[in-house]
């Protein structure tokens, strides 16, 4: 009897597993897992004003950029800078012999010495001769000889003095300062080399005052005007610059088919002569365009496209897009005001995808 019922125990207890691995069967083929959803962003699409833009990139001229020049000949003694340093107004750039003009000099002022005696003499004789008239002991004659003599001196001795003066303006050019703050360019000559008159000592370029130029394409020739809006941009400087064209310059020609944008910049001391500059034009502004965020425009076989968001699907609307700015871009056609897209991870979606929009 004990034998009998220990076999229908274990014959129920097989059964049992049987029943339970079954049912853990068919648990398992009834949850086979699909691919789980996209967890994305949404954003509702909305219409707002935008700027009609072009941009290009030019270069910075500076339009002070001296070449300073030997004014006197001479042998240059030391020249105190070196290409790239930086330089303020009046400082001294070089130095050159003046050994000459202080020996000129003081030949001049010696020569201004023998005059003033000459008419300090002078000057006593016509005193006396007057005295010597007014007793009725010579005639007047005579005194007016002396008072032209004494005139001649005079006259003498403005000459000499005038020639010590420019003796010692030339001696004075034998040291070169900088005319305008700036940054030295190229140094033309060294120490020990013998300059004439004009011959260059150095190159100092200023960013004061600067010029861009712009080259756009011809097919916006109609549309560029003096006095329109251009903002501008260098890799040398944060700083965004708003100022006006100043002139339009046609280089239309065979082999260079653009226009010179103009401009000016002032007083910029991060902006730097031969930079490249970016200038964007605004040639208008366009009211209730659709925008959206440049990470929801994704690019696809098809081309440029959007994903729509409806009952959690992403259903992709192939999209033609216009200006961009500020991290948005212009949606010409394909989507509509209101409608729901994905922004971020839209990259990582397909058509019909499945999609979570994760919470704000």
């Known amino acids: 009897m004990h034998k009998i019922t220990s076999t229908l125990a274990a014959m129920l207890v097989l059964s049992l597993m049987t029943a339970c691995g079954k049912q853990d069967k068919n648990a398992a083929d009834n949850a086979q897992p699909g691919p789980k959803p996209t967890l994305v962003t949404a954003a509702t699409v909305n219409k ?27 042998r240059v003694i030391k020249v105190h800078v070196s290409p790239g340093q930086r330089v303020k107004k009046g400082q001294l750039i070089a130095t050159l012999d003046s050994t000459e003009f202080n020996l000129q000099r003081n030949e001049a002022q010696a020569e201004v010495a023998r005059i003033e005696a000459l008419l300090n003499n002078q000057t006593k004789i016509v005193e006396r001769s007057q005295a010597l008239v007014n007793k009725n002991f010579i005639s007047q004659n005579a005194v007016d000889a002396d008072i032209a003599q004494q005139n001649v001196l005079k006259e003498q001795l403005t000459g000499a003095k005038a020639r010590v003066a420019s003796i010692r303006n ?5 040291s070169i300062y900088a005319p305008t703050d700036g940054v030295v360019e190229k140094k033309v000559v060294d120490t020990g080399e013998f300059v004439k008159i004009g011959d260059p000592i150095v190159q100092v370029v200023s960013n004061r005052k600067l010029r861009a130029h712009i080259p756009f394409p011809e ?73 959206v965020p440049e990470q929801s425009v994704v690019l696809r076989p098809a081309g440029e496209v959007v994903y729509q968001i409806k009952n959690n699907i992403a259903h992709q609307a192939l999209v033609k897009t216009g200006q961009r700015q500020n991290g948005m871009v212009e949606i010409v056609a394909g989507i509509q005001e209101n409608d729901t897209i994905v922004v971020d991870g839209a990259g990582f979606l397909t058509d019909q995808a499945k999609i979570k929009i994760a919470d704000k």
């Open 48 to 74: 707002s004003s935008i700027e009609i833009t072009e941009s290009a990139v030019g270069s910075l001229e500076g339009l002070i950029d001296p070449t300073i020049a030997a004014e006197v000949a001479a």
């Open 170 to 174: 030339l001696g004075s050019k034998t």
């Open 219 to 291: 097919r916006l020739s109609n549309q560029l005007k003096p006095g329109m809006k251009v903002r501008l941009t260098t890799p040398t400087s944060d700083k965004i610059l708003e100022t006006e064209i100043r002139e339009l310059k046609l280089m239309i020609s065979e082999t260079n088919r653009s226009i010179d944008i103009i401009t000016d910049i002032n007083n910029e001391s991060d902006w730097q002569p031969g930079a490249s500059v970016t200038g964007t034009v605004i040639l208008g502004k366009k009211a209730n365009a659709i925008m």
